[in-house]
C-alpha cells in the first residue's frame, strides 16, 4: 500500500513538472483584440489502429468547441487517413508526420496516436509527452486520444488535442497566452486581406510566416530528403 502510493505521488509529479496548458487565459487582453470574422483551420486527421474516423473527428470538435467562440475561429476535419504509429518516442513521431506533404484542402496535420502496455508502463515511471507539434512550421502535430496512465487523469485527451490546436494555429511560446493572442488575429487578418485559401502557418525557429502550403513544404523538405536518405542506406545496408 505504501509502496503503491509512492509510485502514485512520483507519477504526479512528473505529470505537473511536464504540464500541458498553454497558458493562463486572460480574457480581459483578449478583449482587446480584433479577431475579425468567423475563419476556419482545416485539419487532416490521422488516427492510429484502434481509433475510428468517427471517434477522432468528435475528439477534435469536442476539443475546440469551447475555444472556437473566443476567436472565431472553427476547426474543421477534413479528412481522415488511417495510419499507424511509427515510433514510441515523440521524435519518431514527428519525424514521421513530417514525412506527409501539407496538400490542399488541409491547413494543417494532426495525428491521434494510440495507446499500448508500454505506454502504461512508462507512465508509471517517467514523465509522457502526451502531444507535440513541428517547430518547423508548426503544421504537423500529435496528441495522445487515448486513456492509459495516471497522467492523463489530470490531462485527458481532448486537453492534449486543445493544446496542440493552439500551436497548429502559430502560438509557439507556452505560457504566453498574449502573445498568442496577437498571433491568432494577425494570422487571421493576413489571410482575409490577401483572399488565400491557405491559414498561414508559423515558423518557429526562424520567426516568420509561411503564407503557403508551398512554403511549409519547403521549409520541410530537407527533412524529408534526410529520411530518404537514411532509408536508402539503411536498404543498402541490409
Known amino acids: ?42 485539419i487532416c486527421l490521422y488516427v492510429d489502429r484502434g481509433i475510428s474516423a468517427d471517434s477522432g473527428r468528435a475528439l477534435v470538435e469536442s476539443a475546440w468547441h469551447d475555444q472556437a467562440k473566443l476567436y472565431a475561429m472553427d476547426v474543421k476535419v477534413v479528412n481522415v487517413t488511417q495510419w499507424s504509429r511509427p515510433a514510441f518516442d515523440m521524435d519518431g513521431i514527428l519525424a514521421d508526420l513530417r514525412q506527409k506533404s501539407l496538400d490542399a484542402p488541409c491547413d494543417r496535420i494532426l495525428a491521434l496516436v494510440g495507446r499500448n502496455f508500454g505506454d502504461f508502463l512508462w507512465g508509471l515511471v517517467g514523465p509522457e509527452i502526451l502531444g507535440a507539434v513541428n517547430s518547423e512550421s508548426l503544421t504537423h502535430g500529435y496528441a495522445v486520444a487515448k486513456m492509459a496512465s495516471l497522467g492523463q487523469v489530470l490531462n485527458p485527451p481532448a486537453e492534449i488535442v486543445e493544446h ?75
Open 164 to 238: 496542440e490546436i493552439y500551436h497548429l494555429l502559430g502560438c509557439g511560446e507556452h505560457s504566453n497566452m498574449n502573445a498568442c493572442y496577437q498571433r491568432i488575429a494577425d494570422l487571421k487578418r493576413w489571410k482575409r486581406e490577401n483572399g488565400t485559401d491557405f491559414f498561414p502557418a508559423w515558423d518557429l525557429v526562424h520567426n516568420q510566416m509561411l503564407a503557403s502550403r508551398i512554403d511549409v513544404n519547403a521549409r520541410l523538405a530537407p527533412f524529408v530528403t534526410a529520411k530518404r536518405s537514411i532509408n536508402q542506406a539503411l536498404a543498402g545496408g541490409g
Open 1 to 42: 500500500m505504501g509502496h503503491s502510493y509512492r509510485i502514485m505521488l512520483a507519477s504526479l509529479g512528473f505529470v505537473l513538472c511536464a504540464c500541458t496548458t498553454m497558458g493562463e487565459h486572460h480574457a480581459t487582453v483578449r478583449e482587446h483584440f480584433d479577431f475579425g470574422p468567423q475563419d476556419t483551420l482545416s
